[in-house]
């Protein structure tokens, strides 16, 4: 019997060894992270120019009542440019809810999945629906935030802290103003109450408001994090953690790994 128990707990033992080198190689590499964020902040910051560069000249965008005026928008009759700002912006979220799955888990997976399923369904949902115009400026009013974001990451991974601490004084300062004060203000109020004013019993007012509320308390409540990290900021505390990304820290230790390295050897 006492042979038996020690082959099994070696036989455990093993398994959980295999697991951790498991995770250990799984891991994301500092250069494939860097390499990511490199992308993104590419995408984010063309999309954004793109997108201010379609809608600077449009009336709705500065008076978002006009959105509503000849609703519903027909497809057929859009502008090229929209057409393609909106293939540009629903290819790019569908690809990060498809590698989220992929990518190591963050202690807001689901939180980030919920915002890919309603930014998706608010992209494809107000294209089909014929209210593009408020869409478009849906995509704008975020994109902006993330090319802060990860300029500030880029300052991490090179160690160029003025890089960092301006990109997140910027992602913050851009969180703030447009997705806490103008998404509220102008996006939500121009479909809930604007839309409801113009369009007497529009069918897709109740879902269409529902997933952009849930997206204004996403940002209230990623804006957490952002205070978090202010507040380690100001203690002088190190910032090359993410606030979100204790599950990215495998189970096991440097040291446990060198203990099962050794026990392999």
């Given at each position: 019997?006492?042979?038996?128990?020690?082959?099994?707990?070696?036989?455990?033992?093993?398994?959980?060894?295999?697991?951790?080198?498991?995770?250990?190689?799984?891991?994301?590499?500092?250069?494939?992270?860097?390499?990511?964020t490199?992308?993104?902040?590419?995408?984010?910051?063309?999309?954004?120019?793109?997108?201010?560069?379609?809608?600077?000249?449009?009336?709705?965008?500065?008076?978002?009542?006009?959105?509503?005026?000849?609703?519903?928008?027909?497809?057929?009759?859009?502008?090229?440019?929209?057409?393609?700002?909106?293939?540009?912006?629903?290819?790019?979220?569908?690809s990060?809810?498809?590698?989220?799955?992929?990518?190591?888990?963050?202690?807001?997976?689901?939180?980030?999945?919920?915002h890919?399923?309603?930014?998706?369904?608010?992209?494809?949902?107000?294209?089909?629906?014929?209210?593009?115009?408020?869409?478009?400026?849906?995509?704008?009013?975020?994109?902006?935030?993330?090319?802060?974001?990860?300029?500030?990451?880029?300052?991490?991974?090179?160690?160029?802290?003025?890089?960092?601490?301006?990109?997140?004084?910027?992602?913050?300062?851009?969180?703030?103003?447009?997705?806490?004060?103008?998404?509220?203000?102008?996006?939500?109020?121009?479909?809930?109450?604007?839309?409801?004013?113009?369009?007497?019993?529009?069918?897709?007012?109740?879902?269409?408001?529902?997933?952009?509320?849930?997206?204004?308390?996403?940002?209230?409540?990623?804006?957490?994090?952002?205070?978090?990290?202010?507040?380690?900021?100001?203690?002088?505390?190190?910032?090359?953690?993410?606030?979100r990304?204790?599950d990215?820290?495998?189970?096991?230790?440097?040291?446990?790994?060198?203990?099962?390295?050794?026990?392999?050897?």
């Open positions: 019997k006492a042979v038996v128990s020690t082959q099994s707990t070696g036989a455990v033992r093993d398994v959980e060894v295999w697991i951790r080198r498991r995770q250990r190689e799984l891991m994301p590499s500092k250069l494939n992270k860097f390499k990511e490199l992308w993104k902040l590419f995408f984010y910051t063309v999309a954004f120019s793109y997108g201010v560069s379609v809608l600077w000249n449009e009336p709705f965008t500065w008076k978002t009542a006009l959105v509503w005026v000849g609703y519903p928008d027909l497809t057929w009759a859009v502008k090229k440019s929209l057409y393609y700002y909106y293939l540009m912006e629903g290819s790019f979220y569908l990060l809810m498809v590698s989220q799955f992929m990518d190591t888990k963050r202690k807001d997976f689901w939180e980030m999945f919920l890919h399923i309603a930014t998706l369904t608010l992209i494809g949902g107000s294209w089909l629906g014929g209210c593009y115009k408020i869409g478009a400026l849906v995509m704008a009013l975020h994109d902006v935030s993330d090319v802060f974001l990860e300029a500030a990451k880029i300052g991490i991974y090179l160690r160029i802290s003025y890089l960092a601490n301006a990109g997140f004084a910027g992602f913050a300062s851009t969180w703030i103003i447009f997705r806490l004060y103008l998404f509220p203000t102008r996006i939500l109020f121009c479909a809930m109450f604007e839309g409801s004013a113009a369009i007497k019993n529009w069918p897709a007012l109740v879902p269409y408001s529902t997933f952009l509320i849930i997206l204004q308390i996403l940002h209230i409540y990623w804006f957490t994090f952002i205070v978090k990290l202010f507040i380690r900021i100001a203690t002088g505390d190190d910032i090359d953690k993410d606030n990304s204790d990215e820290t495998p189970p096991s230790s440097g040291a446990e790994a060198e203990k099962d390295n050794k026990k392999d050897n």
